[in-house]
Nanobody, 127 residues
Framework: QLQLVESGGGLVQPGGSLRLSCVASGDTLNGYAIGWFRQAPGKERERVACISSVPQFADYADSTKGRFTISRDNAKNTVYLQLTDLKPEDTALYSC????????????????????WGQGTQVTVGS
């Protein structure tokens, strides 16, 4: 059974960068799209980026386009999310998951359409 574990979060100053990792175990990520989500206190979980399986196509939320970059290394069973030019409004718990339907593609955007959630990694942007 696929399990996902996120890491790489932390406290960073505005304008700073972080690289988050989503590592899979129990199955290979090769055939799955991976979505990165974030949830700030009192807000809905938001999909910020997604990368499909083959071909590798990346999709971003408008709020993160140009600042976040998603990539994958199938040999390491890992998907990365590079965060740059971070803003206080990027503060949230970041989690990764796979789509429940059409799992190789990034057609789903709602959190309810994803499964195999990791525990998340906290990103806090502030001085």
């Amino acid at each position: 059974q696929l399990q996902l574990v996120e890491s790489g979060g932390g406290l960073v100053q505005p304008g700073g960068s972080l690289r988050l990792s989503c590592v899979a175990s129990g199955d290979t990520l090769n055939g799955y799209a991976i979505g990165w989500f974030r949830q700030a206190p009192g807000k809905e979980r938001e999909r910020v980026a997604c990368i499909s399986s083959v071909p590798q196509f990346a999709d971003y939320a408008d709020s993160t386009k140009g600042r976040f970059t998603i990539s994958r290394d199938n040999a390491k069973n890992t998907v990365y999310l590079q965060l740059t030019d971070l803003k206080p409004e990027d503060t949230a718990l970041y989690s990764c998951a796979v789509p429940q339907q059409m799992p190789s593609m990034c057609l789903m955007t709602a959190a309810a359409d994803f499964r195999s959630w990791g525990q998340g990694t906290q990103v806090t942007v502030g001085s």
